[in-house]
């Protein structure tokens, strides 16, 4: 269970209570509220998009007596607090969960690792896929518009025949993870200098010209609003990203929350999380006011 410390803390790994009325006023017309008889506890890690996912998630689910948000986690720490009942939820993506929770290096098609990992989460850990949430984060390179003229540079493959001039920026789980490697291997990259950073630098460090260029994720809002150019994984070296909403087998089993939570599945495309992204992280407009937002685009129809 989550200690006090971690449930009354203001610094990373903090948890922020929603209390019911701020959690039910999104969701009129979805019927009877859920009522777990506590509070239900969503994750994020360090990153915009994450964040204001576990707060949709927690809006849409309108417990009875609210939910925490504890942010700031590490992927393989929230992975973990799942799988052991310490959190109820939080948004991963397909790749992630292939590559380094599972170990998986083989790459069949999108469909058939969504239904592997499912079964595998289910069968292994106890955790639940409620529902791919319709849109893809994947990663890419990115560089400055001016980077990549000078380097003739399109795709991934492109950068690669001058990567030995380049230096790259990411954040530090990044380099520790398998899909680097797969990345890395496909391309033969060589980077002059790999810099590790974290999610909120890596775009002004690239734009700033402190690095020539960045792992970057496709649904950033930031990527248009700084000009920066995407490289795509032309040689599909890395998995899908799709976004899924992972439940913990206790809240899974209580009563009305994988119904729930179920009317998120497909409803927001990249476009709709892009203009998320930026609202959060060009407009400076705050986690919560973002999710009200995206509650009411989701749900609309």
């Known amino acids: 269970m989550l200690s006090p410390e971690i449930a009354t803390s203001t610094g990373p790994g903090a948890s922020g209570r929603c209390t019911p009325q701020a959690a039910s006023g999104l969701v009129d017309g ?6 777990l008889g506590r509070a239900f ?12 996912l576990a707060q949709l998630a927690g809006r849409v689910l309108g417990n009875a007596q609210g939910f925490d948000h504890r942010r700031g986690m590490g992927g393989q720490i929230a992975f973990d607090a799942l799988a052991a009942g310490e959190i109820d939820a939080y948004v991963d993506y397909t790749g992630t969960v292939w590559s380094n929770v599972m170990g998986r290096e083989d790459l069949p098609a999108r469909s058939a690792i969504l239904a592997q990992m499912s079964g595998w989460l289910a069968r292994e850990r106890g955790v639940v896929v409620v529902a791919p949430m319709g849109f893809e984060n994947a990663y890419c390179l990115a560089v400055r518009a001016e980077t990549a003229e000078r380097l003739g540079a399109a795709t991934i493959s492109d950068l690669a025949a001058h990567s030995g001039g380049v230096s790259l920026g990411s954040d530090p789980e990044f380099f520790e993870r398998s899909d680097w490697v797969a990345l890395r291997d496909a391309y033969g990259l060589g980077f002059a200098r790999l810099v590790s950073m974290t999610p909120t630098l890596m775009y002004p460090a690239v734009a700033g010209g402190e690095v020539d260029a960045i792992t970057a994720y496709t649904t950033d809002g930031r990527i248009a609003a700084m000009g920066l150019v995407v490289l795509p994984d032309d040689r599909g070296a890395l998995p899908p990203y799709d976004a899924v909403l992972l439940l913990s087998a206790r809240a ?24 998320a992204n930026r609202r959060v992280d060009i407009e400076g407009e705050s986690v919560e006011a973002v999710a009200g937002w995206l509650v009411g685009v989701v749900l609309s129809e």
Do not use: H, N, W, Y
């Open 30 to 35: 979805a019927g009877e509220r859920v009522d």
């Open 41 to 52: 506890v969503v994750g994020s890690k360090d990153f915009g998009e994450s964040e204001v």
């Open 252 to 275: 899974a089993a209580e009563p009305g929350v994988v119904a729930r939570l179920q009317r998120l599945a497909g409803r927001i495309d990249a476009a709709t999380m892009q203009e």
